[in-house]
Each structure stands twice: as C-alpha cells, then as structure tokens.
C-alpha cells in the first residue's frame, strides 16, 4: 500500500514540475533550467565574408560658395544653373576670360540675403567692385568640402545620403565631435547645437548622420594599411541592443594601441570569435610564426584556430594562479582598459534601437579611436598618424576630412 502512495506521490511531483518549468519557459521567454554547457562544442569553421564596397558616384558639378558659381564658361553653356537654397535661377553678373560669376535672382533668398545683402557695407562695395575677389576671399575663411553621393546601384543604402544633408560640413564634424569623442547622448548633442550654436537638428536626424557617415567610413578603416606589432590581445564586452544584451568582440595592438577587430554579435561563441581573429589576420601584411593572441579564460577562442597557426594565452580570473596569468596580465590589462574607454562613450546612448544602430556608433568610436585620439601611451599623439589629418587643427574639421579621405579611397578601389 505504501510503496504505491510513495510511487504515485513522486510521478505527480514530476508531473508538476514540468508544468512549472512550462509555465515559467512562456512567462519568461527562455528556459531558466537548462544547464550550461562547460565543454566547449566544436563548431564547423566559417570563411570571412568581406561586405561589398560603397560605389561612390563622382557628378561633375560647380563650385559654390554664397550662391556664387565659379565654373568654365563653356561648362555653364550646358547647363540650366540654380540656386543651392532656393533652386530659382542664377544671373551673370561679371564674365571673365576664364570664369563667369553668377548670384541668385531671388532676392528673398534667405541664404542669399544672409551672405550677400547681410555683409557690411565695405564688404557691399568690395563685393560690387569685384565680385571674383570676394568670392575667393569667402572660400578662404570656410573650411568646406563637398561629400560625394552613393551610387544608385551600392549595395550600402543608409536613410540620408551625406551629399544632401542640410547642413554644413562644419556642423556635422561639430554633431560627431559631441556625440562620438565626447559621448553625449543624440538628444544632448541636439540640444547643444540648439542652445549653443543656434542650429535646429533633431536626435533623430543626428542618428541618421551617423550611420550615413559609418558606412563611408568603415571601408576605409578596416582596409587601411596599419603598421603593426607583434603583441597583440582580444576580449568581450556587453552591448544593449533592442532591450537584450549583445557581444561587443574587441581585438587589440597592445603597442600601437590599433583597434584591429570589433565585431558586434547577438551571441558569444565560437563563430564570433572566428570572425573577430579574422579581421585581425586580413590586416597583417604577413602572418608571423609565432602569432599570440592574448584573452580571457572562454573556451570559444581556443576553438577559433584552423588553417593558420597562431598560439592562444589565457589569461584566467582576476589573480595570477598560473604562470601564464602572470606573464600576460599587463596585456589583459590593456585591453580591459579599452572597453573602459568604450563603455565612458557608450553609457551615454542608454543602449541601441537597433543593431544596424550599434555596429555604426561603434564603427565611429573605432575610426576616433584610431585616427583623431590623442594616447597618453603614445606622447599625445593618435595611434595612426595621418599627415593630412595632423595638419589641420580643430576636431570638426579633422573629421570631415577623414569621411574625405574614406570617400576618395572608396572612388579609388571601385573605379
């Protein structure tokens, strides 16, 4: 009698708790019982896929400045000429052997009024005296550079196109200079450009900018050719991407201090790890003999190693239990000390809306990391010292220059 009340009791708890374990698995949305696993599995290795480049289209066009075009006279002869603010026509007002200088006939012009009629009455007079002369002397005090627009056929298609943006070159470079190196929030950076310089921009448009400005970029930095040493450290940190966490992969030039590897991942295992020591080696001219990865203690890099031998440290816990720990802790160190860097520019953001909005907050960081941040391990100078870059002084303009640079390498490899 016994037995069978203690057999039919033991089937019910069982019984019960499934029915438990089902209804947390639908309240929750995930198991919560099952058991980790702690070997690591031996996943099929993926080849690096490479995204297709941008196409950059480069439009013949003119040159302008306060409504002022500066072109060949036989150029013009093709073409119906209009303003940039208004698109009402343009007029000749002085023709030259080798130029004609036309304004725009809308005298309501706002853009018109606010750089032509809005000068001071010795500029009036030198600007009626000799138009040409002015015009030059204008194109000397604005730091301009006209952004190229993406093709119709690039397989990159972001929701504004940087050639048609509103505003001027100077005030992205001023968004990104707010939003990337000093890691405001959008909502912030779009109050700052209101209460500080005047400019109505709203958080949404700022987003947008960056992911127009990411996909220029990240081409250009995954390709340029870094001078690299031999010592060389990864590791993982934590993201929020649409309300759940995501795997920020970091691969680092412990010498150089080059962000070599930073791709963002939904999962932390043995594929993303692959992925992230791939982008590393597509960058070295030649792979060394004795290649070292420095990380963590996650079984997922141990997995990572196939065709290309390279050799795998683990730095494991937070105190030195083993020689290996000890040797290779300064570099577990280093690049602890960049996701700090990271997350001060991240904690802002409150987390991402998207993982397209993700990958391009974090394709900004590595291209301000690597190119405009001054390192105190490196004298104050940038990890990658680019002279056309070094020579201009202001953070605005030094980015506008890099999407510049991005856009002309781009030109260069689709040609």
Same mark, same amino acid.
């Given at each position: 009698?016994?037995?069978?009340?203690?057999?039919?009791?033991?089937?019910?708890?069982?019984?019960?708790?499934?029915?438990?374990?089902?209804?947390?698995?639908?309240?929750?949305?995930?198991?919560?019982?099952?058991?980790?696993?702690?070997?690591?599995?031996?996943?099929?290795?993926?080849?690096?896929?490479?995204?297709?480049?941008?196409?950059?289209?480069?439009?013949?066009?003119?040159?302008?400045?306060?409504?002022?075009?500066?072109?060949?006279?036989?150029?013009?002869?093709?073409?119906?000429?209009?303003?940039?603010?208004?698109?009402?026509?343009?007029?000749?007002?002085?023709?030259?052997?080798?130029?004609?200088?036309?304004?725009?006939?809308?005298?309501?012009?706002?853009?018109?009024?606010?750089?032509?009629?809005?000068? &001071?009455?010795?500029?009036?007079?030198?600007?009626?005296?000799?138009?040409?002369?002015?015009?030059?002397?204008?194109?000397?005090?604005?730091?301009?550079?006209?952004?190229?627009?993406?093709?119709?056929?690039?397989?990159?298609?972001?929701?504004?196109?940087?050639?048609?943006?509103?505003?001027? &070159?100077?005030?992205?470079?001023?968004?990104?200079?707010?939003?990337?190196?000093?890691?405001?929030?959008?909502?912030?950076?779009?109050?700052?450009?209101?209460?500080?310089?005047?400019?109505?921009?709203?958080?949404?448009?700022?987003?947008?900018?960056?992911?127009?400005?990411?996909?220029?970029?990240?081409?250009?930095?995954?390709?340029?050719?870094?001078?690299? &040493?031999?010592?060389?450290?990864?590791?993982?940190?934590?993201?929020?991407?649409?309300?759940?966490?995501?795997?920020?992969?970091?691969?680092?030039?412990?010498?150089?201090?080059?962000?070599?590897?930073?791709?963002?991942?939904?999962?932390? !295992?043995?594929? &993303?790890?692959?992925?992230?020591?791939?982008?590393?080696?597509?960058?070295?001219?030649?792979?060394?003999?004795?290649?070292?990865?420095?990380?963590?203690?996650?079984?997922?890099?141990?997995?990572?190693?196939?065709?290309?031998?390279?050799?795998?440290?683990?730095?494991?816990?937070?105190?030195?239990? !083993?020689?290996?720990?000890?040797?290779?802790?300064?570099?577990?160190?280093?690049?602890?000390?960049?996701?700090?860097?990271?997350?001060?520019?991240?904690?802002?953001?409150?987390?991402?809306?998207?993982?397209?909005?993700?990958?391009?907050?974090?394709?900004?960081?590595?291209?301000?990391?690597?190119?405009?941040?001054?390192?105190?391990?490196? !004298?104050?100078?940038?990890?990658?010292?680019?002279?056309?870059?070094?020579?201009?002084?202001?953070?605005?303009?030094?980015?506008?220059?890099?999407? !510049?640079?991005?856009?002309?390498?781009?030109?260069?490899?689709?040609?």
């Amino acid at each position: 009698m016994f037995p069978q009340i203690i057999t039919y009791l033991l089937t019910l708890i069982n019984y019960q708790e499934q029915v438990i374990r089902t209804l947390l698995t639908l309240l929750i949305g995930k198991s919560m019982f099952e058991k980790p696993k702690e070997t690591p599995v031996n996943k099929p290795y993926r080849k690096l896929q490479v995204d297709d480049l941008p196409i950059i289209e480069k439009p013949e066009q003119c040159k302008v400045c306060t409504c002022l075009f500066n072109a060949k006279s036989r150029y013009h002869k093709e073409l119906i000429l209009k303003c940039p603010h208004c698109s009402k026509s343009l007029e000749k007002i002085k023709e030259r052997k080798d130029f004609n200088v036309f304004k725009c006939k809308n005298n309501d012009c706002s853009y018109y009024k606010n750089k032509v009629n809005g000068m &001071s009455q010795k500029e009036k007079k030198q600007f009626k005296k000799d138009p040409q002369a002015f015009k030059m002397r204008y194109i000397y005090r604005e730091f301009h550079i006209d952004f190229q627009p993406l093709s119709k056929d690039s397989p990159e298609k972001p929701k504004v196109d940087l050639s048609r943006i509103y505003v001027s &070159s100077h005030t992205l470079g001023l968004i990104l200079t707010y939003h990337v190196n000093y890691g405001l929030s959008a909502r912030k950076t779009a109050a700052l450009m209101k209460d500080v310089h005047g400019i109505a921009i709203s958080h949404q448009t700022i987003l947008n900018y960056e992911k127009s400005v990411a996909v220029t970029l990240k081409p250009y930095v995954d390709s340029y050719p870094y001078e690299l &040493s031999d010592q060389f450290c990864g590791d993982e940190t934590y993201i929020r991407v649409n309300g759940r966490w995501h795997y920020l992969f970091f691969f680092f030039d412990a010498v150089k201090k080059i962000i070599l590897s930073y791709p963002v991942s939904p999962n932390r !295992d043995t594929v &993303s790890a692959i992925r992230a020591i791939d982008e590393v080696l597509v960058k070295m001219k030649e792979i060394p003999e004795d290649l070292t990865f420095i990380v963590d203690g996650n079984p997922i890099y141990l997995l990572a190693q196939h065709d290309i031998s390279f050799d795998v440290k683990q730095v494991i816990g937070l105190t030195n239990e !083993d020689p290996v720990s000890t040797e290779y802790r300064p570099l577990k160190q280093i690049i602890e000390r960049l996701n700090r860097t990271f997350k001060g520019n991240y904690r802002s953001t409150h987390g991402f809306g998207s993982e397209q909005g993700s990958v391009a907050f974090v394709i900004l960081f590595v291209a301000y990391f690597n190119f405009l941040r001054p390192h105190s391990a490196l !004298d104050g100078k940038v990890p990658v010292v680019n002279p056309e870059l070094e020579k201009i002084a202001n953070m605005p303009a030094r980015w506008t220059k890099l999407i !510049d640079l991005a856009q002309q390498w781009i030109v260069e490899q689709t040609a």
